[in-house]
């Protein structure tokens, strides 16, 4: 790897464009631009409504949707949202598209990135329930500054894919990874591949700030209301070099360069987005992000049951195909490499899990004087809430911008004991590349009375020093204890977890780290029992890891995905989760009702019982209360984090198009 940096702008080339680079290597350092999106936390914005429900996707691959953001993505697309998926690279790599057996022959870059295209024409046509050869349309998209981009569609019995592929190298002769020397080096520029086939036959140039235009103006031409991203902020990995090449992993952290890079560059363009449409008074963009894990996978106990296991693993056999198939891509019918079982035999076994960047369930719910349900959530990066238009009707207002933005997708509630409402959300603080500043904080926005309005921002820093650590905080939970103090938990770079602690008076204490058991996962659960002791739990490498007041309590069994609990009668907790790669319900008591699903569970106390929420196997919402499961099958799809359980009673939740739904068993949602 050479890490030498250019002296003055340099355009980084593929192998179609080598004579190119020298023509423009001489051209002057560009200035920054004019304009860069910052943190906006005044509310009062008008928030743009009504958008049909559409996915938008950002990968760094192909296939990194297909490893690390479904099941997600198919359960959108089963429910009939349009898809739109964006490739930042052209997936060339060496070059070499084999698998033991075949003849070697020279590496051929516009080929197997062609092949990998095809891959993806048949994975998706395969998930929308086409024939995997299905012919899709081609055609050129002009982008801004000129750029161009392959676009292809399929659509099939009223569902639609549009796939984009923008084609930068994944190498470079001078950088061997060319996406995290281009967010690092505004003196840099990136010219694009040329694949095989493709209705686009001139390479573009990108630098800096050109992707994030173009990323942005993507945004702005296809109005997502769910948008799914990589994790920009990658957990610390301490590994040998030898082992850190063996995973495929950047030094430091465990992901792939090109993954971080390429979800830095979406969460700029997000930032773009929203600044460019209310530049002039024009309403926030509606629209809701989910950033999802990628080699993280590979560290931490599996998540998903055979059944999701093997669908998921499904669509990459498509995607992989075979040197035999006849699919009519000269090129080539697939990535060889990751074709029939090789998935599931990898073992990396990045396939096996999917984890979210910020786990947290969301909206956060209230409710008022009267009954009527407040939810708060994140709109365009920003915070708003909604209120029940009546109560019972499961029936919402417009939002209500709250400002805070740019927000990570999470905010986490505490209340008060006069009703007043804490939300703690994480705070993109700055997020420059080029050498600039790349910060994460965390914030409180503070209700100044019951149901009434709120005070100003108030960040509350960080427990990490210096800007690389702070970007590893996960996602904030609070609970207001009965002696009128709130406690706040984050997990920290060292993967465990710090506090702070709200006094009664409202000032805040200093944060501090809690007895460390051992590495834990982001997702934390934290409760009151009923003798006012403050629980937290969350699942580490070989169990459950319990605090009580902040003093390490016994290991539970290991989780999956962050575990349900509450209060026990005899003033302990009852705590229930999943064992990893096993979609049964169990409780640390031994007692849990039949209960199969997938990913991250809630509980609240219930007459007869705990009341359960989770999801079945299928991705539906399901509830058990009072010996009876309940599954939702009407109303509109759930997009985003976990839905929440308002006291027992009432499951609230964030639709594809980005607007609040009540599930209130026993009505129709």
């Known amino acids: ?47 743009s409504t009504g958008h049909r429900a559409l996915l938008m996707q950002f990968a760094a691959h192909p296939d990194d949707d297909l490893y690390f953001m479904n099941p997600d993505t198919q359960r959108l697309l089963d429910a009939g949202v349009p898809v739109v998926s964006v490739y930042v690279t052209a997936g060339e790599h060496t070059g070499k598209n084999r698998i033991k057996g075949m003849p070697e022959t020279p590496p051929d870059k516009a080929a197997y990135s062609s092949a990998r295209h095809q891959g993806l024409r048949q994975a998706y046509a395969d998930a929308l329930g086409a024939d995997r050869f299905t012919p899709w349309r081609k055609r050129v998209a002009t982008l801004a500054g000129g750029r161009r981009a392959e676009v292809d569609t399929l659509e099939h019995e009223g569902r639609r894919v549009e796939l984009v592929f923008l084609n930068l190298p994944m190498h470079t002769p001078r950088r061997y990874m060319a996406l995290p020397a281009l967010w690092q080096d505004r003196a840099l520029e990136l010219r694009t591949h040329l ?58 952290y465990s992901d792939h360069g090109d993954h971080t890079a390429v979800a830095s560059f979406t969460w700029a363009a997000l930032l773009r987005r929203v600044a460019d449409a209310t530049a002039d008074g024009g309403p926030v963009p509606a629209f809701t992000t989910t950033a999802f894990r990628g080699y993280y996978n590979r560290h931490w106990p599996k998540n998903l049951p055979p059944r999701v296991l093997a669908e998921k693993a499904a669509h990459l056999v498509p995607y992989g195909g075979d040197p035999s198939w006849e699919c009519g891509n000269p090129s080539g019918c697939g990535d060889y490499g990751v074709g029939g079982d090789r998935p599931l035999t990898n073992w990396k076994g990045w396939v096996r899990a999917t984890h979210h960047r910020w786990p947290a369930a969301g909206p956060a719910v209230t409710e008022e004087a009267g009954g009527r349900l407040v939810a708060y959530g994140v709109l365009g990066l920003r915070a708003v809430r909604w209120r029940e238009r ?91 204890a009965p002696d009128g103090r709130v406690h706040l938990f984050v997990r920290n770079a060292d993967k465990g977890v710090s506090t702070r602690v709200r006094a009664v008076d409202g000032s805040w204490g200093p944060w501090r780290a809690l007895p460390v058991q051992e590495e834990v996962q982001d997702g934390l659960t934290a409760l009151v029992d009923a003798r006012g002791r403050v629980h937290l739990l969350a699942a580490g490498r070989t169990a459950v890891r319990h605090w009580v007041d902040g003093a390490p309590a016994a290991p539970l069994p290991l989780a999956g995905d962050p575990v349900a609990a509450v209060p026990a009668g005899d003033g302990d907790v009852e705590v229930f989760y999943r064992a990893p790669a096993d979609g049964r319900l169990r409780s640390a008591s031994g007692t ?40 939702r099958t009407h109303g509109t799809t759930p997009a985003g984090p976990a839905p929440v359980l308002h006291r027992g009673q009432a499951v609230v939740g964030l639709g594809a198009d980005a607007r609040p739904w009540v599930w209130r068993p026993g009505l129709r949602a």
């Open 1 to 47: 790897m050479d890490d030498r940096r250019p002296a003055r702008r340099t355009v980084l080339v593929g192998a179609a464009a080598g004579a190119a680079a020298a023509a423009v290597a001489g051209c002057s350092v560009p200035a920054p631009p004019g304009r860069t999106a910052s943190a906006d936390p005044a509310p009062g914005r008008p928030i």
């Open 195 to 252: 694949s095989a086939g493709s209705p686009v036959t001139r390479a573009d140039t990108y630098d800096h700030t050109g992707l994030i235009e173009v990323l942005a103006g993507l945004l702005a031409e296809y109005r997502p209301t769910v948008v799914h991203t990589l994790d920009p902020d990658p957990d610390i990995q301490h590994s040998s070099e030898a082992t850190r090449k063996r995973d495929s992993e950047q030094p430091g």
């Open 390 to 480: 009546e109560e019972r009707t499961g029936v919402f207002e417009e939002p209500e911008d709250l400002g805070g933005g740019p927000l990570a997708p999470v905010l986490a509630p505490a209340v008060l004991a006069d009703g007043r409402v804490l939300l703690f959300g994480v705070r993109f603080a700055a997020l420059s590349g080029r050498g600039g500043a790349d910060r994460r904080e965390l914030v409180l926005l503070e209700q100044r009375s019951p149901g009434g309005p709120f005070l100003a921002w108030r960040g509350l820093g960080s427990p990490e020093r210096g800007d690389d650590r702070g970007r590893r905080i996960g996602a904030p939970v609070a609970v207001a």
């Open 592 to 631: 849990a009702p039949a209960f199969a699903g997938y990913g991250p569970l809630a509980a609240a106390p219930g007459a007869r019982g705990p009341v359960l929420l989770g999801r079945d196997e299928r991705g539906r919402v399901q509830l058990h209360r009072d010996g009876r499961l309940l599954t």
